[in-house]
């Protein structure tokens, strides 16, 4: 099976002040149709780095992305993003903050109204289209977020820690309703997060990322589908996964 | 989803608080009332012709809305204001270009900046001399060359500013989403930059009309300035202060219709909370 999605010696420098940082050199990391893979690793050791460079959000000093087995441009296939924050123009209604990405990616007028309503309504804001962010709660902001990546109708969906700063409850209910999108929707997702738990939980994959910016370890979630959250099995391999991912990162 | 959709009902007004904010501020009015208070008493300890009360003022403005001639109110005042909204709007053209180009541009910033500070240094009244020297008693160009100079580089620095306080992570985001240009700064930039752009049209419009003036008494042969020369040599303080009252109420409209603009555009902010975030995580 040909990857969909994959980057291929990726290599990103910043100039800083005190010199070139290197976040990561000779990167390979490919993402097969319909899968859910998670980049889990510390704070601060480049995973986001790692979608920006695919998404053509930071330049590439090296290195090649390839979409359905074809060289492309950083950034020049169809994918959708949820950031961190929500990231939403506060000062346009939640309906118009999906019109903007809807413009952008070029979907004919007549049809946005139409995929903003139902996008609203399957994460369950149909009553919110004419709200300002300002008057959502944090996690209404992020599902509003959601929407707007997944209106755009993307091959792949680009995931940065979505769901980590928002509290349990809405966290956990965020990712049934991101898993139940994705089961219906067999988009790709790419998934960035430093919370094990949340990767076992979620990811057919999970690639390990150290302190440096490589990836040193590679596991597949063996778990069937749906997946009960409080399942002790996922827990015993959170557990498994944990030994091995600490011990490397000492 | 249940819950959560409780929270966070912020930012509908009920009809009661919509009237109340129509009417005047009780501070504002207050305050009003304690500036004429304060001048009706002040002027009790001068003679009228050097410190005129309430009457005597509103009666010299009386005379000079009556004026004719080259004391015509409309005439003066009408190419006075000709002059500051022209020399604004230059300024301000200037200073977009100028400001932004700083902002967006960090190779542009070390060669367009120096110019920028050096131009904030020299003092107003040596433009104006300059301008007299350069290009004579002029109808327009003195004035309006002389606020664009001093004007334009403070709007310039403000704008600059602003712009370095645009949000990149959203600057970002629309570049995730493919904005175009003109989507990214309809959308992304120019309401970010609404309350600088507004801070900068009242410092713009407010030292314009004061450079109007000044550039008037040195270098043009119409205007409030002219007059209000004319007045100062004849030790007329009464008509002196009278001249200035017009384009002050006129200025206190402008700031009125300015700040109902700008609340207009920020409706979107729940009430109370500029600048803060309110809904809970």
């Known amino acids: 099976m040909t990857a969909l999605l994959e980057g291929e010696d990726l290599t990103v420098r910043f100039e800083t002040d005190d010199g070139p940082l290197t976040v990561f050199e000779g990167l390979d990391v490919q993402v097969e149709p319909g899968e859910f893979l998670t980049v889990m690793g510390p704070s601060g050791c480049g995973k986001t780095t790692v979608l920006n460079a695919l998404a053509g959000l930071v330049p590439l000093e090296r290195g090649t992305v390839r979409y359905d087995g074809e060289a492309i441009e950083p950034g020049e296939f169809s994918y959708g993003y949820v950031f ?14 999906l019109a903007f990405a809807l413009r952008g990616a070029g979907v004919p007028e007549a049809e946005r109204g139409s995929r903003i309503e139902t996008w609203l309504d399957r994460v369950g804001l149909a009553d919110e289209a004419d709200s300002y962010p300002r008057e959502l709660s944090g996690g209404m902001r992020q599902r509003v977020g ?25 966290g956990r209910g965020l990712r049934r309703d991101l898993l139940e999108l994705w089961g219906e929707t067999g988009k790709e997702i790419l998934f960035v997060t430093h919370d094990l738990r949340e990767a076992v939980t979620l990811s057919d994959r999970v690639l390990f990322m150290d302190a440096e910016g490589a990836f040193f370890d590679e596991a597949e979630i063996p778990h069937d589908r749906p997946r009960d959250f409080d399942d002790p099995a996922l827990g015993e391999t959170e557990r498994r996964l944990a030994e091995r991912f600490f011990a490397e990162l000492g | 989803m249940a819950g959560e959709t409780e929270t966070a009902r912020t930012g509908r007004s009920d009809p009661f608080e919509r009237v109340r904010r129509r009417l005047p501020d009780p501070l504002s009015v207050g305050s009003v009332l304690a500036v004429l208070a304060a001048w009706q008493l002040l002027s009790l300890s001068f003679p009228p012709y050097r410190f005129p009360g309430l009457v005597g003022l509103a009666e010299n403005v009386g005379t000079v809305l009556a004026g004719t001639g080259e004391f015509d109110p409309v005439l003066n005042y009408g190419v006075t204001l000709g002059r500051v909204l022209v020399g604004f709007v230059v300024s301000f053209a200037l200073a977009a270009v100028w400001g932004f180009s700083m902002g967006l541009r960090p190779a542009a910033e070390d060669y367009l900046g120096a110019p920028l500070f050096t131009l904030l240094t020299v003092p107003s009244v040596v433009w104006a001399f300059l301008g007299v020297l350069w290009f004579g008693l002029t109808e327009h160009l003195v004035p309006v060359f002389v606020v664009v100079l001093v004007v334009f580089p403070y709007m310039a620095v403000n704008l600059w500013e602003g712009l370095g306080a645009v949000d990149d992570r959203l600057v970002e985001m629309a570049r995730a989403f493919d904005a175009s240009p003109v989507e990214t700064w309809r959308h992304v930039y120019l309401p970010q930059l609404l309350p600088t752009l507004f801070a900068t049209t009242r410092l713009g419009l407010a030292v314009a009309w004061k450079l109007s003036l000044i550039a008037e008494v040195f270098g043009a042969a119409t205007g409030v300035g002219v007059v209000v020369k004319y007045h100062f040599e004849n030790f007329d303080t009464g ?21 109902r603009a700008e609340r207009r555009a920020s409706r979107w902010r729940p009430e109370g909370s500029v600048g803060t975030e309110v809904a809970p995580e």
């Open chain 1, 84 to 97: 961190q924050e929500p990231r939403l123009l506060d000062w346009r209604t939640v309906a118009e903050n």
């Open chain 1, 146 to 170: 959601v929407a707007r990546a997944l209106a755009v109708d993307p091959e792949v969906l680009l995931m940065d820690e979505p769901f980590s700063s928002l509290d349990d409850v809405t």
């Open chain 2, 239 to 259: 008509l002196v202060i009278a001249w200035a009252v017009p384009v002050m109420a006129l200025m206190f409209g402008v700031e009125w219709l300015l700040g």
